[in-house]
């Protein structure tokens, strides 16, 4: 049996296309926990230049439960 697509977590990433680098913020990278990935990559990158940043998304764990 397939888990649902909702217990899946994902962490979101703003990142600079010229050097590769997450962003940060304090001197902490921006990372976004959550179940709906593709909602906080449009989040992260509104109002942004899209030839500049990228949001990389980055399934954790299993997604499942034992």
Known sequence: MN???LSQTFAVR???RRTGKTHRINGSPLTLFTR???EAAREL?????AAVWEARVEP???????
């Open 60 to 66: 954790l764990g299993s997604g499942g439960r034992a």
């Open 14 to 16: 703003l990142v600079d």
């Open 45 to 49: 990158l509104q109002n942004r230049d």
């Open 3 to 5: 888990a649902a697509p």
């Open 36 to 38: 709906a990935p593709e």
